[in-house]
């Protein structure tokens, strides 16, 4: 008798209709409802559309039924779904993802906190004032390093630019966040509790370039954890351990004056234990508005992806906040179970995506109208997630480092239902080169990711505790340039 079942099972044919959003793969017109074997799984079903197309070099396919991967066979699917086979299934189809290989290592002296990408689709590009016109093989890598100094490199693993010492009006302690604003400016902020703006000026050549002070900006007291910008309004943000999130001006001229009690000349005690000797010759701005409520170190903050009036901050009080910043008001409150050490949006589904203490990723909806707290958790790494970035080719796709030594590739729509809610599963895991062939580190010992940036030209970049600034790229993703190739080759 289970024999006949399994063969009768294995008979059993069901209608689908195939569909992409994608025209260069999309099938003619015409395609009908195609009668299959319910025990096909997503190899037969990829080779299957393969055949449809008439391709000449086969496209890995990933295949979507109700916005979610389909992980089993169809036949599993319909028995999980309570679907009859009479039913005609629209089954949507789309390239895989590909595995992202390794490119390069670019070494450090000391550990990495902080990564970000300047290139002709970066938001620094994008949304930065004048034309931002970043060419093919001169994209640039910014780090900022525990050693209190930024680097820019180029792709061909060279460094460009270095941040003054703390003599000469740098950082007077370890850098935690930095970001470009623009192809000419750069924003950073640190343990010595200050945010500073920086002018990036390169050569005609392209082969050297010089970051310079522009703006010291004090407000904080603590260390300042992470800064985010909205270059057309001219506005920061800054989150801080002192409990405050921060908003600033990126003009000079309209910043208020820095307050007297936190400025390095009038805190001897402290600049004496932290061996300050600032230059003082750099413009000293405060804060718009200091925004408190949070009852423990905001660790992330980030504007509203379509709204530079509102912001976003999350914090170890296991709280995510929305603010309106024209009146410097809370207006919503989201408490959750754990700490919350980072933050991205995935605006096109209006979700904020925040990493915990507790090893996994949280989609949160922030609107008012949103019923529950979590929309999704996201499991898989095996320490804090301290880091993330949105996809910048995919609405539905982001990466995650975290204190375990990996980066983590997620698709929201690969997804179970389980007793705790709907949970996501990563699709790939990008370890740390610099261990490779090595026994697995469980917790990440030696080799913690602390910063990453995913750049539609560059690919994946993503720093630590092992001194190294790693990229990823999934194959074909570039075909120009190329890392490690010379600027000019």
């Known amino acids: 008798m289970a024999d006949g079942a399994s063969t009768a099972s294995s008979q059993a044919q069901v209608k689908l209709q195939l569909t992409t959003r994608h025209s260069d793969i999309s099938l003619p017109e015409n395609t009908g409802p195609i009668l299959v074997k319910t025990n096909l799984r997503r190899y037969a079903l990829s080779?299957?559309?393969?055949?449809?197309?008439?391709s000449e070099k086969p496209i890995p396919f990933e295949f979507l039924i109700n916005g979610t991967y389909l992980r089993t066979s169809i036949e599993e699917y319909l028995t999980a779904n309570g679907i009859s086979a009479e039913t005609v299934l629209t089954v949507e189809y789309i390239r895989a993802i590909i595995p992202p290989i390794y490119l390069a290592s670019f070494e450090h002296d000391d550990w990495i906190s902080s990564v970000d990408v300047l290139s002709s689709t970066s938001r620094?590009?994008?949304?930065?004032?004048?034309?931002?016109?970043?060419?093919?093989?001169?994209?640039?890598?910014?780090?900022?390093?525990?050693?209190?100094l930024l680097r820019?490199?180029?792709?061909?693993?060279?460094?460009?630019?270095?941040?003054?010492?703390?003599?000469?009006?740098?950082?007077?302690?370890s850098i935690k966040s930095a970001r470009f604003v623009s192809p000419t400016q750069v924003i950073s902020s640190g343990l010595d509790r200050t945010v500073r703006i920086w002018k990036y000026a390169e050569d005609v050549d392209g082969f050297a370039a010089s970051l310079t002070p522009q703006v010291e900006l004090y407000g904080h007291k603590a260390s300042v954890d992470c800064v985010a910008t909205h270059p057309r309004s001219s506005r920061l943000l800054s989150a801080s351990a002192d409990h405050s999130l921060g908003v600033w001006s990126l003009n000079k001229s309209d910043a208020p004056p820095a307050p007297a009690a936190l400025l390095p000349q009038n805190n001897s005690r402290s600049a004496k234990r932290r061996k300050i000797s600032t230059s003082t010759s750099t413009p000293q701005r405060g804060p718009v508005v200091l925004l408190q409520s949070h009852s423990a170190p905001v660790s992330t903050t980030?504007?509203?992806?379509?709204?530079?009036?509102?912001?976003?901050?999350?914090?170890?009080?296991?709280?995510?906040r929305t603010w309106d910043l024209p009146t410097a008001s809370l207006v919503d409150t989201r408490t959750t179970s754990h700490a919350l050490l980072s933050l991205t949006a995935l605006p096109d589904l209006n979700l904020?995506?925040?990493?915990?203490?507790?090893?996994?990723?949280?989609?949160?909806?922030?609107?008012?109208?949103?019923?529950?707290?979590?929309?999704?958790?996201?499991r898989g790494h095996t320490n804090a997630v301290v880091t993330l970035a949105g996809d910048p080719t995919s609405a539905y796709g982001l990466l995650s480092g975290s204190h375990d030594g990996t980066c983590r590739i997620w698709d929201v729509r690969s997804s179970r239902s389980d007793k705790d809610g709907v949970v996501g599963e990563s699709m790939?895991?990008?370890?740390?080169e610099s261990v490779k062939g090595e026994p697995r580190r469980i917790a990440g010992e030696g080799i913690k990711v602390f910063g990453v940036c995913w750049d539609q030209e560059v690919g994946i970049v993503s720093g630590g505790e092992d001194k190294r600034l790693q990229i990823n790229r999934g194959k074909g993703v570039l075909e120009k340039g190329g890392i490690g190739a010379k600027d000019g080759g």
């Open 47 to 54: 080779t299957l559309v393969n055949a449809l197309l008439e």
């Open 124 to 148: 620094a590009a994008r949304h930065g004032k004048g034309d931002g016109t970043v060419a093919t093989g001169h994209e640039r890598i910014l780090s900022a390093s525990y050693d209190g």
């Open 152 to 173: 820019v490199w180029n792709i061909s693993s060279e460094v460009v630019a270095i941040s003054p010492s703390a003599a000469s009006g740098g950082h007077t302690s």
């Open 302 to 320: 980030i504007f509203a992806p379509n709204d530079p009036t509102v912001a976003y901050s999350a914090s170890w009080d296991h709280t995510l």
């Open 352 to 378: 904020l995506a925040v990493g915990t203490s507790a090893r996994h990723i949280t989609l949160i909806d922030p609107r008012a109208s949103a019923t529950t707290i979590t929309a999704m958790t996201l």
């Open 428 to 432: 790939y895991t990008i370890a740390r």
